[in-house]
């Protein structure tokens, strides 16, 4: 299985700060059409998760530009420019590419 | 616009089998090429992969699950499901659906429903 280990666990921020939160995958995920299929989840509290980024850097529909996805190699990067207090929760980041999908442990944020 | 609702067993004995709904209203299941998936969170932990099943019928899930997990389709009623036999307070969780692309044309776990609460307890 392919084993997503995120860091940190937890992270506080404050608001109007830029945070930062990686992904390391254990094997390559990068597919033969050239994507990279690790996708960031974000559950806040009390709710269902919510995409955030697919394919490593694609902005789902209706996430604010602040969220940003990379990658480079088997590493994983989720950015958020200025935190804002809606931004609090748990992310997840998941792999695609290989049944079994696995997710990471998440990385909690809180203000 | 998509939604998803699960509904489930909600307190199952061990050893019995636990089956969790998840219907899908605003569209058709079998309209467009997706997937569709089971997603568990244990209380206070992370979410846990548990399989899908793709447009065509097939099936994938963990391995670890494999010999207890059903996922499958009822196109009449526009609805997926899940059924873990022999089950264990280990199995106790929130439940989730979520709609899946194809890998080829991949764009996330784009819709989830709200998830449902299933306790293993005699």
């Known amino acids: 299985d392919i084993v997503m280990t995120q860091s940190p666990l937890s992270l506080p921020v404050s608001p109007g700060e830029p945070a930062s939160i990686s992904c390391r995958s254990s094997?390559?995920?990068?597919?033969?059409?050239?994507?990279?299929?690790v996708d960031w989840y974000l559950q806040k509290p009390g709710q269902s998760p919510q995409l955030l980024i697919y394919l490593g850097s694609n902005r789902a529909s209706g996430v604010p530009d602040r969220f940003t996805g990379s990658a480079s190699g088997t590493d994983f990067t989720l950015k958020i420019s200025s935190v804002e207090p809606e931004d609090v929760g748990v992310y997840y980041c998941?792999?695609?590419?290989?049944?079994?999908?696995?997710f990471g442990q998440g990385t909690k944020v809180e203000i | 616009q998509l939604q998803l609702q699960e509904s489930g067993s909600g307190l199952v004995k061990p050893s019995q089998t636990l089956s969790v709904t998840c219907a899908v209203s605003?569209?058709?299941?079998?309209?467009?090429?997706?997937?569709w998936y089971w997603i568990r969170q244990p209380p206070g932990k992370g979410l846990e992969w548990i399989g899908y099943?793709?447009?065509?019928?097939?099936?994938y899930s963990k391995p670890s699950l494999k010999r207890r997990v059903t996922i499958s389709v009822d196109r009449s009623r526009n609805q997926f499901s899940l059924k873990l036999s022999s089950v264990t307070a280990a199995d106790t969780a929130v439940y989730f659906c979520a709609r899946g692309g194809k890998t080829q044309l991949w764009f996330g776990l784009d819709v989830w429903g709200k998830g449902t609460t299933v306790t293993v307890s005699s």
């Open positions: 998941m792999q695609v590419l290989q049944t079994p999908q696995t």
């Open positions: 099943i793709s447009q065509s019928g097939s099936t």
């Open positions: 094997q390559s995920l990068l597919h033969d059409n050239g994507f990279k299929y």
């Open positions: 605003g569209a058709s299941i079998s309209s467009g090429d997706y997937s």
